[in-house]
T-cell receptor
Framework: DAKTTQPPSMDCAEGRAANLPCNHS???????VYWYRQIHSQGPQYIIH???NNETNEMASLIITEDRKSSTLILPHATLRDTAVYYC?????????????FGTGTRLQVTL | SQTIHQWPATLVQPVGSPLSLECTVEGTSNPNLYWYRQAAGRGLQLLFY??????ISSEVPQNLSASRPQDRQFILSSKKLLLSDSGFYLC????????FGEGSRLTVL
């Protein structure tokens, strides 16, 4: 199985945009891309999800490529509180079931 | 409203002892349910997923098992724990977005 891959770490200056990529070449055609983040060892926090159109909410924007094999999470104005590990999660169809697997995760460090 | 409960929150178990973690969902029917594990300093690994009662798919071969005796109940078990089973276990279900339980932190000594 091809993994859902993300860069292991990224730095971003406070107030700047943070662009977090995810490669998910094995995503099934009708499955969503989800983005969550984890601060310390707490449970995952929901950020955004999308199918094939770009999405925006109060936290972030999600850009999905036309072939759906990759996506980018954009935090438009990163703050220190956005320091966390960010995961993309994609579904891979297995018969009637959907395997929702986490990407490898990107540790985002927001600095002054 | 839709909620997910998971327990126990924390447990310390000796090597070779059994394990049972329970997850229940309220406010929905026939949910897709998932068990994940996070070892210390690592990412989240899918262990099991289920689309219905008695229907369990295993993602990673190991000494853990899962069962779904009722529509909204998902149980993770082991007959004999290993040191490597230590970690943070999360139950989840999907309805639009993914909803996660509070997590169970297992330490095997």
């Amino acid at each position: 199985d091809a993994k859902t891959t993300q860069p292991p770490s990224m730095d971003c200056a406070e107030g700047r945009a943070a662009n977090l990529p995810c490669n998910h070449s094995t995503i099934s055609g009708n499955e969503y891309v989800y983005w969550y983040r984890q601060i310390h060892s707490q449970g995952p926090q929901y950020i955004i999800h999308g199918l094939k159109n770009n999405e925006t909410n109060e936290m972030a924007s999600l850009i999905i490529t036309e072939d759906r094999k990759s996506s980018t999470l954009i935090l438009p104005h990163a703050t220190l509180r956005d320091t966390a590990v960010y995961y993309c999660i994609v579904g891979i169809r297995d018969g009637t079931a959907s395997k929702l697997t986490f990407g490898t995760g990107t540790r985002l460090q927001v600095t002054l | 409203s839709q909620t997910i409960h998971q327990w126990p929150a924390t447990l310390v178990q000796p090597v070779g002892s059994p394990l049972s973690l329970e997850c229940t969902v309220e406010g929905t029917s026939n949910p897709n349910l998932y068990w994940y594990r996070q070892a210390a300093g690592r990412g989240l690994q899918l262990l099991f997923y289920s689309v219905g009662i008695g229907q369990i798919s295993s993602e990673v071969p190991q000494n853990l098992s899962a069962s779904r005796p009722q529509d909204r109940q998902f149980i993770l078990s082991s007959k004999k724990l290993l040191l490597s089973d230590s970690g943070f276990y999360l139950c989840a279900w999907r309805s639009g977005e993914l909803f996660f339980g509070e997590g169970s932190r297992l330490t095997v000594l």
